[in-house]
């Protein structure tokens, strides 16, 4: 080991590693063991008291890499965390303690793939749906067992002395390798980010810039990996790459090259104030963002927000807003959602019933019913409320919202909704309607495809078609061009062409 002050690295650099690849943030991640959910979980396995003393340490099925909670950003470089120092943010924690949701320290792994910190949000990976599941284990000592079938549950087993055990399990949710959704950008093979900065360099000095290699770097690596070619373009040239960019490139093109070359929580950071800057208010972004994310992603933004803009979040959406638009935003953005995954088919029953007395059973509207319910409800669950109310009616609740409420708090609901019901759907009509009409509105076109494109892209531009029988290609194909044109092209996933 090398003296601290050496120089000399104890630990290989984070490129180097042979990492399983992170889906980013913005995914809808949740912690896979949330105690937060207001329905009674099923019964646990009955164990044997004389082996408590026993137990091994909980692991995570499905090869889950993350634990219950875990912050963004680096608490302070150490001697675990070799990469803290290169970490481009602060080093507090985003996730006010008074705030933070429980962290059950004896299940936190000592085996986790990833180094600590890399100046980079943590992966948020979708498409953990609640589930039961039987395991079987084999077991030594006194024959405790634990295991992971087909089912994704966890189990545990007890036998004597040597040998194999088997039991049943409750998995809040499964921890299954599935997605819900399919990317369009995925981290590059062997990945140099050295040689990217190098190449970058090249493509903008001297007289005229290489636009083409512009799209081939930036539009091709995830956003992990273009922060680590902007620490090293710093670190070899001693310029900055944004600035850079700003100074070669113009228009829509360096809008989204700079937006991809932030940090994803600063680009949504970014995008909420400009929503709410000067004159008037974007509603239709508060909407997007805060609708579609989970609890820890509204809480990393938050804490980001305050960082950056010297502002709490909340206290700028209620300045920006009014009556029941408002009062939805501050319950999306305290992000106290029930992420258990347990659902509770009489409790739907109930929920579903309780939306019928505050909507079209009474004259008028009991707006904090819906707003109660939508936004405190886990997605699960909600689906079963929704089944229960077109059960009851007839009819679906979002035609019920779109007759008892307007404006926007209705896109808000609705937004709530369709994210429950079909993700890729909404994000397709979002896409759709930044380029219908006369104009196209390339801040929305150019955030959704950024935002997405490491998620779920390819299942928007699948649903897109679907539901306006073009391909997404054509209706880009249509409304720009160019350089701008040829690097959507690249995130979305499809073949350059004139």
């Known amino acids: 080991m090398y003296p601290f002050g050496s120089g000399m690295p104890s630990h290989p650099h984070p490129s180097s590693t042979n990492e399983p690849p992170r889906a980013p943030f913005g995914a809808g991640w949740v912690p896979p063991m949330q105690q937060n959910s207001p329905y009674p979980p099923p019964p646990q396995p009955h164990a044997h008291p004389q082996h408590h003393h026993h137990q091994q340490q909980q692991q995570y099925p499905g090869g889950a890499p993350y634990p219950p909670m875990s912050a963004p950003y680096p608490a302070a470089p150490s001697h675990s965390s070799p990469y803290a120092t290169s970490s481009p943010y602060p080093s507090s924690n985003p996730y006010p303690s008074q705030f933070a949701p429980p962290v059950q320290h004896h299940q936190q792994p000592t085996n986790s793939p990833y180094p600590p910190d890399r100046g980079y949000t943590p992966a948020m990976t979708a498409g953990y749906d609640a589930g039961f599941g039987h395991g079987n284990g084999q077991g030594q000592g006194h024959g405790q067992g634990q295991g992971y079938g087909q089912g994704h549950g966890q189990g545990q087993g007890y036998g004597h002395g040597q040998g ?157 807003t009014s009556g029941n638009f408002k009062r939805l935003l501050t319950s999306l953005c305290t992000a106290a959602r029930d992420e258990s995954g347990r659902v509770d088919p009489v409790a739907a029953k109930n929920d579903a019933r309780e939306l019928l007395k505050a909507g079209e059973l009474r004259v008028g509207t009991d707006e904090s019913m819906f707003n109660m319910i939508l936004c405190q409800r886990n997605y699960q669950q909600l689906k079963m409320i929704f089944q229960e109310y077109e059960g009851m009616t007839g009819h679906s609740l979002e035609k019920a919202i779109k007759k008892e409420f307007s404006g926007d708090v209705m896109e808000g609901l609705i937004a709530i909704y369709r994210c429950v019901t079909n993700k890729a759907d909404y994000f397709a009509s979002r896409l759709h309607k930044s380029m219908a009409g006369i104009g196209t509105n390339d801040t929305q076109l150019i955030r959704v495809i950024i935002t997405r494109c490491e998620i779920d892209m390819h299942d928007i531009k ?37």
């Open 164 to 320: 194999h055990g088997n039991g049943q399990g409750h998995a809040h949710r499964s921890l299954t390798a599935h997605r819900e959704g399919t990317p369009t950008v995925v981290a590059a093979q062997g990945f140099d980010p050295v040689k990217d900065a190098h190449d970058l360099r090249k493509a903008m000095k001297g007289f005229g810039t290489d636009e083409n290699a512009l799209i081939n770097i930036i539009c091709r690596r995830t956003n992990e990996q273009r922060q680590e070619i902007q620490r090293q373009y710093k670190t070899h040239f001693g310029k900055d790459l944004i600035e850079d960019i700003k100074s070669e490139t113009s228009g829509n093109f360096e809008k989204l090259l700079v937006g991809l070359l932030r940090p994803i929580v600063d680009y949504y950071c970014a995008e909420l104030n400009d929503a709410m800057a000067g004159l008037g208010t974007d509603e239709e972004v508060l909407i997007e963002i805060l609708c579609t994310l989970s609890n820890m992603e509204i809480y990393t933004i938050k804490n980001q927000y305050l960082r950056l803009y010297g502002a709490h979040l909340e206290s700028e959406l209620k300045s920006e």
């Open 462 to 498: 699948v649903a897109f078609e679907r539901l306006y029988g073009k391909s997404l290609k054509s209706w880009i194909k249509g409304d720009t061009s160019g350089h701008y044109k040829h690097a959507l092209y690249a995130l979305v996933g499809e073949q350059r062409s004139s």
